[in-house]
């Protein structure tokens, strides 16, 4: 089986390599410059030039604000040895939901968010963590989201397709809080976003994401994003625009050509501002969390398959 995989990675890698880093419209926002920061595996726009990344499995708990050069401005240091956090999602102003929902294995009886404060200066805080729990069995998952509504989603990372999992509008931290399946999403979902007009989402990949109307969930259209080590994760600005990053030491954030997301979205209106964005977070003196209580949309063919073998590879690869 290692050599199957092995073998499908090498021929996706040779296939893929034809294609351009970068596409013309793709803009390098920064690199991030914390060497620290080797592992992001999200990122949510804060506003103001301002971005929140985690490193997943291996870290402590701690969600990293970077300014618009790629400097560290801020952390947050909420946990000291969470299991596997891959995933941010706004949670209001000045606030991110982290997601300690990485599950390689499938075998955990629950999953974990708590809601954190991000900005300028170090703080370190004690969320309460709310415990999930999924309706049908483990599942791996790597991708968090929050409609502008404020409801939190849980996207998992599945071989077969991944499925889209709505958190309880009321959390109850003494929990388990049962999650309400929603509707299919692309296979090895590695992030996603909801846009500020609340009526579509994005779902990423390694090599590709997929936009999806909300709340039907109807596959509105894919698009490529840019080539980068390990690309898991994907964040949509006020302003509709859509950014992604990679693992990786000094990995690029890039803001996908809005060409290509608009040609996806078509005649949809543009996005509107977000009412649940962060603006510019406050100082670092408040440590208090304040808690309130790819679907593939069709067949999938020849290049998708080898995107998918690829995406096995380096899965295999990445450490438990």
């Given at each position: 089986m290692k050599a199957v995989v092995a073998a499908a990675g090498a021929l996706g890698l040779v296939l893929i390599s034809s294609v351009p880093a970068h596409a013309a419209g793709d803009d390098v926002l920064f690199a991030f410059s914390d060497p620290t920061i080797s592992e992001a595996s999200a990122l949510t726009p804060l506003g103001k030039g301002l971005y929140a990344t985690t490193n997943d499995?291996?870290?402590?708990?701690?969600?990293?604000?970077?300014?618009?050069?790629?400097?560290t401005v801020g952390v947050t240091h909420w946990a000291a040895d969470p299991v596997d956090v891959e995933g941010l999602a706004p949670a209001g102003r000045h606030h991110v939901w982290v997601g300690d929902i990485g599950d390689n294995n499938s075998v955990w009886d629950s999953i974990r968010i708590a809601k954190v404060p991000v900005g300028r200066g170090e703080r370190t805080v004690s969320p309460t963590v709310y415990e999930l729990v999924y309706p049908d069995g483990p599942h791996n998952a790597e991708s968090l989201l929050t409609h502008p509504d404020g409801r939190i989603f849980v996207a998992t990372k599945d071989w077969g397709g991944g499925r889209l999992y709505a958190v309880p509008e009321r959390l109850d931290p003494d929990g388990p809080n049962r999650l309400k399946e929603v509707a299919p999403v692309i296979p090895m979902a590695t992030d996603g976003a909801f846009f500020p007009d609340g009526r579509h989402l994005v779902v990423r990949g390694y090599y590709s994401a997929t936009i999806y109307d909300w709340p039907s969930m109807d596959r509105v259209g894919s698009f490529r994003t840019p080539d980068q080590e390990?690309?898991?994760?994907?964040?949509?600005?006020?302003?509709?625009?859509?950014?992604?990053?990679?693992?990786?030491?000094?990995?690029?954030?890039?803001?996908?050509?809005?060409?290509?997301?608009?040609?996806?979205?078509g005649d949809e209106p543009?996005?509107?501002?977000?009412?649940?964005?962060?603006d510019e977070p406050e100082p670092a003196n408040k440590d208090d969390a304040g808690d309130n209580g790819e679907d593939s949309g069709g067949a999938l063919g020849p290049v998708a398959l080898v995107v998918l073998a690829v995406a096995a590879y380096f899965l295999f690869r990445k450490r438990s």
């Amino acid at each position: 089986m290692k050599a199957v995989v092995a073998a499908a990675g090498a021929l996706g890698l040779v296939l893929i390599s034809s294609v351009p880093a970068h596409a013309a419209g793709d803009d390098v926002l920064f690199a991030f410059s914390d060497p620290t920061i080797s592992e992001a595996s999200a990122l949510t726009p804060l506003g103001k030039g301002l971005y929140a990344t985690t490193n997943d499995s291996g870290d402590s708990g701690r969600v990293f604000t970077v300014d618009s050069s790629g400097d560290t401005v801020g952390v947050t240091h909420w946990a000291a040895d969470p299991v596997d956090v891959e995933g941010l999602a706004p949670a209001g102003r000045h606030h991110v939901w982290v997601g300690d929902i990485g599950d390689n294995n499938s075998v955990w009886d629950s999953i974990r968010i708590a809601k954190v404060p991000v900005g300028r200066g170090e703080r370190t805080v004690s969320p309460t963590v709310y415990e999930l729990v999924y309706p049908d069995g483990p599942h791996n998952a790597e991708s968090l989201l929050t409609h502008p509504d404020g409801r939190i989603f849980v996207a998992t990372k599945d071989w077969g397709g991944g499925r889209l999992y709505a958190v309880p509008e009321r959390l109850d931290p003494d929990g388990p809080n049962r999650l309400k399946e929603v509707a299919p999403v692309i296979p090895m979902a590695t992030d996603g976003a909801f846009f500020p007009d609340g009526r579509h989402l994005v779902v990423r990949g390694y090599y590709s994401a997929t936009i999806y109307d909300w709340p039907s969930m109807d596959r509105v259209g894919s698009f490529r994003t840019p080539d980068q080590e390990q690309g898991e994760a994907i964040g949509v600005t006020a302003e509709g625009e859509v950014v992604v990053t990679s693992e990786g030491i000094r990995a690029e954030v890039i803001r996908v050509d809005p060409e290509l997301v608009s040609a996806v979205l078509g005649d949809e209106p543009s996005p509107t501002a977000d009412p649940t964005a962060v603006d510019e977070p406050e100082p670092a003196n408040k440590d208090d969390a304040g808690d309130n209580g790819e679907d593939s949309g069709g067949a999938l063919g020849p290049v998708a398959l080898v995107v998918l073998a690829v995406a096995a590879y380096f899965l295999f690869r990445k450490r438990s």
